[in-house]
């Protein structure tokens, strides 16, 4: 498979970031786990009822962080997938809610519902024709036939897009399936769950600057070890780039590199996944740590900010 495997980002307050996509957006609570590389900072992943790969929108919570500034150089837009007769629920929830929106508009043929999220993060759903026929998790706030099918794709605000679209096509198995405006669309083959990429050339625009709001990383998926292997190995010798090593996240096995246009990309895989460490039926409820982490749980809890232990 190919595509999106999870977006990370970056938010404000811990508990406000969970409230808004447990109850506001009805996505379940996958994991509840630390930084890995700052573990007095937590790590939430939320998605779909198991976590699959596509679904995934990750965030590590900074209390105090800077907002981030949109621009050249960063994802402009992070949007998800409902079914096409679920807008005009989602438009009355968002109106009820509070929650910051745009009017309905069309991009590619498909409509197309631009909202924020309260760090200031770029969001919106895209009505999918037939994503009803998709399995849709309920969280008992929003109804099954109107949830969150997982990611429809991202939109990055680029200087120039023929690099960056070299990779997505030879590395990752994207092809080019149409042109709007600025906007050149990309899409995984098969109808998985987020296959889009749009590239925003913006010849001129000022560079973004990240914070609070602000996307960190786009991972795209590998199947397992020996397909993220061949993918670092064209980067290097096809395209001039220069991919970490690989890194253990538990769930999945990631390598990084900065992608011509300035964003981090990751390549993650399929496997374990996030059923690893917990029953499918628990997931998000305990604070997972990372083996070479378990010795300082106790630490490590300490100064992790309460969330309220209702799994929404």
């Not at 969150?148 to 680029?158: E, P, Q, S, Y």
Request: no cysteine.
């Amino acid at each position: 498979m190919s595509g999106i495997h999870h977006v990370t980002a970056i938010a404000g307050n811990a508990l406000r970031n969970y409230d808004f996509y447990t109850r506001s957006l009805g996505l379940r609570f996958v994991k509840k786990t630390v930084n890995f590389d700052d573990p007095g900072t937590y790590h939430f992943y939320y998605g779909d009822e198991t976590g699959h790969p596509g679904t995934i929108l990750t965030f590590f919570p900074w209390e105090g962080a800077a907002p981030g500034r949109g621009g050249v150089g960063q994802t402009q837009q992070t949007a998800f997938r409902v079914p096409a007769r679920s807008l005009g629920y989602w438009t009355h929830r968002f109106i009820e809610k509070g929650i910051a929106h745009e009017a309905l508009e069309k991009r590619f043929g498909e409509a197309v519902l631009p909202f924020t999220d309260p760090d200031g993060m770029s969001l919106a759903l895209v009505g999918v024709p037939g994503a009803e026929n998709e399995a849709g998790w309920s969280n008992g706030d929003v109804p099954a036939e109107h949830a969150i099918r997982g990611f429809h794709g991202v939109t990055v605000l680029l200087e120039s897009a023929a690099k960056t679209s070299a990779i997505l096509t030879d590395v990752f198995g994207f092809a080019e399936t149409g042109r709007e405006g600025s906007t050149i669309r990309y899409r995984a083959p098969g109808d998985a769950v987020g296959a889009i990429v749009d590239i925003y050339e913006a010849k001129g625009f000022l560079p973004g600057r990240q914070g609070r709001g602000s996307v960190h990383h786009i991972a795209f998926r590998a199947t397992d070890d020996a397909a993220q292997s061949e993918m670092a190995r064209r980067l290097v010798q096809d395209h001039g780039m220069h991919p970490t090593e690989q890194k253990d996240r538990n769930y999945f096995r990631s390598v990084y590199f900065r992608e011509p246009g300035g964003i981090l990309f990751e390549i993650a895989t399929d496997i374990p996944g996030f059923a690893v460490d917990e029953p499918v039926a628990s997931l998000g409820q305990a604070l997972k740590l990372p083996a070479f982490l378990e010795p300082h749980r106790k630490d490590i809890a300490a100064v992790l900010p309460a969330l309220d232990e209702k799994v929404a």
